[in-house]
């Protein structure tokens, strides 16, 4: 007996019973929920065969027929209870009842179309703002660059501070090295892996395939040490990285190319990998294809497309900064050996500068000697690049993010409003369905769960809206030549701001869902459905207040905050540049691209001029080193007589070189003096022509006429000054200051002082006569019977130079005007709502006054009373708000008055009048009721 | 007497018992048959009898198939399963039990216990 327990075919057959009744089990757990809709009708017939059968009973003991059916219903009980005491019982009850409760949801949407876009479509464009700057912020200020293991890579310097310095000494911290000091760095620091240079900025290069006939183009290219990719963890997506072997003396010269530029420009041609490229006219062999993603150590615009060894600049570069360890024009990116201490690294560093600078004592000016001790250098966290324009957009960035939020908010608010007025109106709905036996739990869950839904539809909806807005933001934020890489930012959503805006949608949902699920739960079915419409004061008339009032409040500070944006960037543009934005052309060219040695260059600017100033309807053209607006150059300024200026003393001026004519041109007045001229020639003595600011600055009361000055000390009396111009504005930084001090030197005296850079003079300033227009296409035209090997990089309006330079401050008052009107309009739907809801509700009370004489206008006031009083809040509440964000913006405002009493008083008119006329349509309605009408609605 | 009210646990066990002394029974016929022992003392609703059915079904205690009722309506006949006997029976032994160890309790006086 026992050893047939052990049996095969007993096992067998035990397993198998084990098996189907497992099946069975599994089945029926299963099989309930899978045929829902037959379990239901099972019951119903069931109920249905017990209700007979106890009324034939009851019929047999003599009772009526009607009364026997009754009696039989009454001892059963309340159907709903057992039908969802059956429906538990039968199994994963919550998912199938969620089911349920989804289902009716999407079909109560369904039935109310216009509710249901309202409200997606708000949210659409709260999430989608919000989403869209969110975008900006992860990629700007938070995001790493796409190389292996970030957290591990630390760069010198805490600020950056772009692009050249010169000497033995640097203000606050080193964060720019020499190729000298890098090396010194590189071989005597222990606890990098690998230290990496690189340039700061990104020269323009000219670009032509050799062999090909097709003229130069200018891309942006980089110069880096040879371990920058091993340094970054970065493979080739085709052929190979730069190496430290590359990046010799003597080694041949080659390039790495972006992905972007060999897909775009060269149609990803597989033969461009082993290809010579005439890079400025010199001959790079192409070894390798940089892989997808990669845009170099930060995020910028220009973002480079090639990367050339450090070695090679000085065969690029006829004045190379390479080996002059004086000249700092490198930034520092360094992986650590895994486990080092970053402090202690940091220590180790200093130590290093401090030898090297002593290294170089011989070569240090007393200055440099002077500043020595407090010469000091920091690491910081290198992860994300050079975070130079985090630097420059943080400020902008936080605005935008709690502009977009406030909407977020206001967006939520007439949200919350919109369902709780719907809660209200389903109030006798709910009332039924509770007084039928269904569950608070229940009720609740289902219009949460139809707040859900509506909330992740919108949230939808705001992804698609966000991912077309960032895409225009970028492009009006950070505009870029054609065929250039633009600022490596995607438009696309990456994880987090995918995660983002889910978690702000639902979060929207969930919180705007509770309270009207809440309050729709609260109602005591008898008050419900014996009709609660003849009461006056209303349950919840208080939170829905409240909810309009805060949106107005926002709006009141999102409208002012648009107004002070773009008051002061109105005020900045309008200003007196010093120089004529009408009937001027400014076309950008490098004669270094084209491969012009500096001695042909007086001649070709003298070409130029002659070319264009045929051209019919141009009255005169000059050349200048820069145009205003532009970049500068600068240097220090020794007075010839006046005591050397000390260590701590600011002699720094800004300079620029021009054609005869040129101040003539640009229709800068010359107030003292003459310009620069045509008598000014390479055999003449030096001469220069100073602002009102240099004037000030070094002279002070005393004439500047006939002084001398010079750009180092032992040339103090290289120029003499034979005129002063008034101010122009050639930077637009530091917009809220006077103008600084500026010279200018002639075009025709090659400097030779100073960098030979310097002789390249970048901008043609052409200015059209009195009713003539002149085309672009003329001058290029023009230009091209020049030299046609010349490219024309650019050609605008000076206006639209001008105006160039404020591209990002002028999209940002822009967006916040966006976000003020929208939020203005939200505010005055929800009171709108608010004000005809209400009205709505007291039609009767309405009716009954009419009814004892009140006339229209007392009706009028009477429903506009209410919206007032919110109106009244609103701005009590957002007064002190908008001068708390004025506060907050005060920096941003070019030194405007960010209590500007004008700003305020406007927005406060924009937000009364909308609102107003926002109540005053409900309020018109309702005093069109008649009075029998009103009374007979009951 | 009061009307008592009855856990559901109770309930299914007088389910197991009707219809282990008439056999496959519908719904209708196993209230009938709980409220004619009870004598009406129990006040329980009728239709609570439909989920404590369901949950034996699905415990494997009962099984039930369509059939035609005394008025020629279609009905859920349940049957007693083989497990739904072993169940009667164990839960039967132990009600017993906790009867007897009630009654003990209650038929002990103070004097008893010296």
Not at chain 2, 82 to 111: C, M, N, P, V, Y
């Amino acid at each position: 007996m026992r050893l047939s327990f052990f049996e095969p075919r007993t096992m067998a057959r035990l397993g198998y019973a084990l098996l189907r009744r497992f099946l069975r089990r599994l089945a029926s757990s299963l099989a309930p929920w899978a045929t829902a809709r037959q379990a239901e009708e099972r019951l119903r017939v069931e109920i249905e065969g017990h209700l007979a059968l106890q009324t034939a009973e009851n019929i047999r003991s003599g009772l009526a027929p009607t009364e026997a059916r009754r009696q039989a219903a009454l001892k059963f009980g309340g159907l709903e209870p057992i039908k969802e005491m059956y429906r538990d019982q039968r199994g994963l009850p919550q998912l199938e009842s969620l089911i349920q409760d989804t289902r009716h949801a999407l079909r109560r949407l369904r039935m109310a179309p216009v509710f249901t876009i309202a409200i997606v479509v708000t949210l659409a464009l709260g999430i989608g703002a919000t989403t869209s700057i969110f975008t900006l912020v992860h990629a700007v200020l938070l995001k790493s660059l796409p190389v292996v293991n970030p957290a591990e890579l630390y760069r010198l310097g805490k600020k950056s501070h772009c692009c050249y310095f010169n000497g033995f000494n640097q203000k606050d911290e080193w964060s720019i090295v020499s190729y000298d000091l890098y090396k010194y760095l590189r071989d005597n620091t222990e606890g990098f892996a690998e230290l990496a240079a690189f340039q700061d900025s990104t020269p323009i290069l000219g670009v032509r395939r050799s062999g090909r006939s097709d003229a130069a183009q200018s891309y942006p290219g980089e110069f880096v040490s040879g371990n920058y990719f091993k340094m970054f963890g970065v493979g080739a997506y085709k052929g190979r990285m730069l190496t430290p072997g590359d990046d010799q003396s003597n080694a041949s010269p080659v390039a790495v190319m972006t992905y972007r530029l060999w897909q775009e420009r060269y149609g990803s041609d597989p033969s461009v990998i082993g290809a010579i490229f005439n890079l400025d006219d010199k001959p790079f062999t192409i070894v390798g294809i940089a892989p997808p993603g990669f845009f170099g150590d930060s995020l910028r615009n220009p973002a480079p497309d090639f990367f050339l060894p450090l070695n090679t600049e000085p065969y690029v570069d006829v004045e190379a900064d390479l080996n002059l360890p004086f000249q700092h024009w490198l930034e520092l990116i360094g992986r650590i050996q895994p486990g080092a201490n970053p402090q202690a690294l940091e220590a180790e560093m200093r130590v290093n500068l401090k030898q090297w600078l002593l290294a170089h004592w011989n070569e240090m000016s007393a200055n440099d000697r002077a500043r020595f001790p407090e010469q000091t250098l920091y690491l910081s966290p290198g992860g994300a690049g050079i975070t130079t324009m985090r630097e420059l957009y943080q400020r902008w960035l936080q605005i935008l993010m709690i502009a977009s939020g406030l909407v977020l908010l206001v967006v939520c608010a007439n949200i919350a409003n919109l369902m709780m007025i719907r809660g209200l109106e389903r109030r006798r709905q709910t009332s039924l369905s509770v007084a039928l036996g269904a569950r608070v739990t229940r009720v609740v869950r289902g219009n949460l769960i139809e707040s859900i839904l509506l909330s992740l539809l919108g949230g939808a909806a705001g992804l698609a809206v966000a991912f077309a807005a960032t895409g225009l933001i970028l492009k009006l934020a950070f505009p870029s030549l054609s065929g250039h890489a633009g600022v490596s930012i995607s438009a696309s959503p990456s994880m987090p701001v995918l995660l983002f805006a889910f978690i702000a949608s639902l979060l929207t949902g969930v919180a705007f869902g509770v309270v009207p699920a809440w309050m729709a739960a609260r109602v005591d079915p008898i008050e419900a459905l014996r009709g609660a419409s003849r009461s006056t004061a209303r349950a919840g008339s208080l939170p829905r207040k409240m909810l309009v009032v805060l949106q107005a409040a926002l709006s009141l500070v999102l409208l002012s905050a648009s107004g002070l944006l773009t008051a002061a960037l109105q005020r900045i543009e309008d200003q007196d540049f010093g120089f004529e934005l009408d009937r001027r052309l400014v076309a950008n060219i490098n004669p270094r691209l084209a491969g012009y040695r500096t001695d042909q260059l007086h001649l070709l600017y003298r070409r130029i001029r002659e070319t264009i100033a045929s051209i019919p309807g141009v009255s005169s053209v000059g050349l200048g080193l820069y145009a205003p607006p532009g970049g500068g150059w600068a240097s220090g300024v020794w007075v010839d007589g006046h005591p050397a200026p000390g260590p701590r003393d600011d002699n720094f001026s800004s300079w620029n070189r021009v054609t005869a004519g040129y101040f003539e041109v640009v229709a800068t007045p010359t107030l003292r003096g003459r310009g620069i001229s045509e008598q000014d020639t390479a055999g003449s003595r030096s001469v220069a022509v100073v602002n009102e600011a240099f004037a000030r600055k070094f002279f002070g009361s005393e004439d500047p006429i006939g002084k001398h000055f010079g750009p180092i000390p032992r040339l103090s009396s290289y120029f003499e000054i034979v005129g002063v111009v008034s101010d122009a504005r050639y930077f637009t930084s530091g917009l809220d200051q006077p103008t600084g001090p500026m010279y200018f030197t002639p075009e025709a005296q090659a400097d030779y002082t100073r960098s030979a850079g310097a002789l390249f003079l970048h901008d043609i300033v052409i200015a059209g006569g009195p009713g003539a227009s002149v085309s672009a296409a003329s001058v290029l035209q023009a230009m091209a019977s020049v030299d046609p090997n010349l490219p024309v990089i650019s050609i605008r309006t000076l206006r639209q130079q001008v105006a160039g330079q404020f591209t990002q401050p002028r999209l940002i008052a822009r967006l916040t005007s966006f976000f003020g009107i929208l939020s203005l309009l939200l505010a005055s739907i929800g009171l709108y709502g608010v004000t005809a809801y209400n009205a709505g509700c007291r039609t009767g009370e309405i009716g009954v006054r009419m009814a004892l004489g009140a006339d229209r206008g007392d009706v009028i006031w009477l429903v506009l009373r209410g919206a007032l009083i919110q109106i009244l809040w609103a701005m009590l509440i957002g007064l002190p708000l908008s001068f708390a964000s004025a506060r907050f913006l005060g920096s941003q405002l070019y030194g405007m008055n960010p209590y500007n009493p004008s700003v305020v008083f406007a927005a406060v008119l924009a937000l009364g009048a909308s609102v107003f006329i926002a109540s005053l349509v409900p309020a018109f309605r309702s005093s069109l009721t008649s009075p029998l009408d009103a009374l007979r609605t009951e | 007497m009061k009307e008592i009210d009855v856990r559901q646990g109770t309930l299914a066990l007088m389910v197991l018992k009707t219809l282990d002394v008439l056999g496959p029974l519908h719904g209708y016929g196993i209230a009938r048959r709980i409220e004619q022992i009870s004598e009406d003392l129990l006040a329980v609703n009728q239709g609570t009898l439909y989920p404590v059915l369901l949950k034996l079904e699905q415990e494997g205690s009962l099984a039930s198939e369509w059939g035609v009722s005394e008025n020629n309506r279609r009905a859920r006949f349940y049957r007693l399963t083989r497990a739904g006997r072993k169940q009667l029976d164990a839960e039967a032994q132990s009600w017993q039990q906790t009867a007897e160890i009630i009654a003990r309790f209650f038929a002990i006086k103070a004097q008893d216990l010296k």
